[in-house]
């Protein structure tokens, strides 16, 4: 067996990353928690106040969009840190994932409590203030809406050069004017959930409404088994893409077998490869090869999509 080479890239050398979006995603954060914080206590108490279990099921969806937003806007805070990041071998970017995860297992418990209540009000209906319930639902809906305005705004105000010529001759690549845009998931699942949020306070309007107007009463609580529905099915696929993130699962956006045959059609042989996801616009790459000749990790490094962003790739070459 040959001399192992060891190669590890330098985060200097990488892709510029346009970290900007995640600081305005912050921002947005923290605007979507004021409004949704309100608007959940608001309508919790007028849910209760009304009788009405779809406007409280709306207002206890509200509840669990508000503590996700809390969340993500604390772990967006705690990812500054550079105690933290110090301390943690690939930095912080771990805790957006984290967070999220988090916040989908106190929505799974949400929804089972929503149907316990929901069906309880089936079996025993209570009177419903319809007018007050539906001026409520009204009010909370126009915020929902803002609310998807303000964390949906200014998504793609900017853009970056990204220049044709690449070269990939023995590592050598050029990307000082280039620059990836980071796909922040933790803002995305809080933009989805704030639109399931309005879609549940759609539901509950209809409830109302039928329930005023042709004395459909058992349409409310009905609304509220389905809201706790959404919620389930939105923690369900948020906890299932943070646990594979968190567990390092390998990236899904592209073919793993096709990087290797790719690599392989050069006479080389690959014997073991791995890649994981290690904040966001950044992951690690593991890569060990039977090569003649010694490229390096730059070189390496082409075989791999732009998209991932930052790689730090460690290629042992045999």
């Known amino acids: 067996m040959k001399t192992n080479a060891l190669a590890h890239c330098n985060q200097a050398d990488e892709l510029a990353v346009d970290f900007e979006e995640i600081e305005r995603n912050e921002r947005r954060t923290l605007w979507a928690v004021f409004l949704t914080f309100g608007m959940m206590i608001l309508e919790i108490a007028a849910g209760y106040w009304t009788g009405s279990m779809a406007l409280l099921a709306d207002g206890y969806h509200m509840a669990s969009h508000a503590g996700a937003l ?55 209906p209570s009177t419903i203030q319809f007018n007050q319930a539906i001026a409520i639902t009204v009010l909370g809906l126009a915020v929902n809406v803002l609310t998807a305005f303000i964390l949906g705004s200014g998504g793609h105000k900017h853009s970056h050069a990204h220049g044709d010529d690449h070269n990939h001759d023995h590592g050598s690549h050029d990307h000082s004017h280039e620059k990836v845009k980071v ?20 539901l509950a309007l209809i409830a109302l409404i039928a329930g005023k107007y042709f004395g459909i009463s058992w349409l409310d609580p009905l609304m509220g088994v ?3 529905v959404v919620i389930l099915k939105w923690a369900y696929t948020l906890l299932k893409d943070t646990a594979w993130e968190l567990l390092d699962g390998h990236p899904k956006s592209f073919s793993l077998k096709e990087v290797k045959e790719t690599i392989e059609a050069t006479a080389a042989k690959v014997i073991d490869l791995h890649i994981w996801k290690v904040g966001p616009g950044n992951h690690a790459v593991k890569l060990v090869v039977i090569n003649e000749q010694r490229y390096g990790s730059e070189y390496y490094k082409q075989y791999f999509p732009k998209h991932l962003g930052s790689v730090h790739m460690v290629v042992e070459e045999r």
């Open 226 to 228: 389905l809201g706790a």
């Open 70 to 124: 809390g969340i993500s806007f604390f772990v967006y805070k705690l990812t500054k840190s550079e105690s933290i990041k110090s301390r943690l071998s690939f930095g912080s970017g771990k805790l957006l994932p984290l967070g999220a995860y988090t916040s989908a297992i106190g929505l799974g418990a949400m929804s089972v409590w929503m149907v316990v209540e929901s069906v309880e009000r089936l079996m025993n």
């Open 183 to 202: 796909e922040d998931h933790n803002h995305k699942s809080a933009l989805f959930h704030v639109i399931a949020d309005a879609l549940t306070s759609v």
